[in-house]
């Protein structure tokens, strides 16, 4: 492109062409540089974009495609579980017999709430409802037993308790009236209905 002159060719102002020294096209040159800038700019973003996708799939899920364990505690905390040492407690927030109480717990994948130490004991005792446990002498009266068949070694019965009132109460609640953690438990006919504690591992 040839160059501009104003005036007479002694006074005159040079104006810049739109063409480089290469003859290129300088607006055609910017159009081209905003082209490749926006396209590595969209790069930049896409990338971060599948990096970030990875990165939470990755978090939520393992190799098997199971999610992982720090991801299932966050769901499980999140629909009402919590953790107290190795187990995962759920405190049901209705009432039922013992024996549905135990299905129910079941089919959460765990078990009516077996207690195994006086810590065990102590947090159960804290959460302050009446609540069945997985405690029962229904194959023979007055030989208790755990749900999952743990040996018993320190059982934590109120004053009074068992007393089999009436003749059948076969089933154990945490008994809300009782203020010590470690006489704490009653025994109660099983058809009655309670809210209930299900137990499970945390990493089974
Ligand atoms: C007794 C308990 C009994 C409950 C329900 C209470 O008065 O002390 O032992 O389980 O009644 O029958």
Redesign the pocket.
Same mark, same amino acid.
């Given at each position: 492109m040839e160059n501009i002159y104003v005036n007479d060719e002694a006074n005159s102002v040079k104006f810049q062409p739109d063409t480089d020294i290469a003859g290129n096209n300088k607006a055609k040159c910017n159009y081209l540089r905003c082209a490749a800038v926006s396209l590595g700019l969209l790069c930049v973003v896409l990338l971060a974009a599948i990096i970030g996708v990875c990165v939470y799939y990755n978090n939520v899920t393992n190799a098997d495609g199971a999610i992982n364990k720090g991801t299932r505690l966050q769901i499980y905390f999140k629909i009402g579980w919590f953790r107290f040492q190795s187990s995962l407690y759920l405190l049901s927030t209705v009432k039922k017999s013992w024996e549905e109480s135990r299905k129910d717990c079941i089919g959460k994948g765990a078990d009516l709430v077996v207690v195994n130490s006086l810590e065990e004991q102590k947090f159960i005792h804290g959460l302050k409802e009446a609540f069945w446990i997985g405690l029962h002498d229904q194959v023979t009266r007055g030989s208790w037993e755990w749900v999952d068949g743990t040996p018993l070694t320190k059982l934590y019965w109120g004053p009074?308790?068992p007393?089999n =009132?009436?003749g059948v109460?076969s089933c154990v609640e945490r008994r809300l009236i009782f203020s010590k953690a470690e006489e704490s438990w =009653?025994?109660?006919s099983c058809d009655g209905e309670l809210f209930f504690l299900c137990e499970k591992e945390v990493d089974p």
């Open positions: 009074g308790e007393s =009132n009436g109460e =009653n025994d109660l």
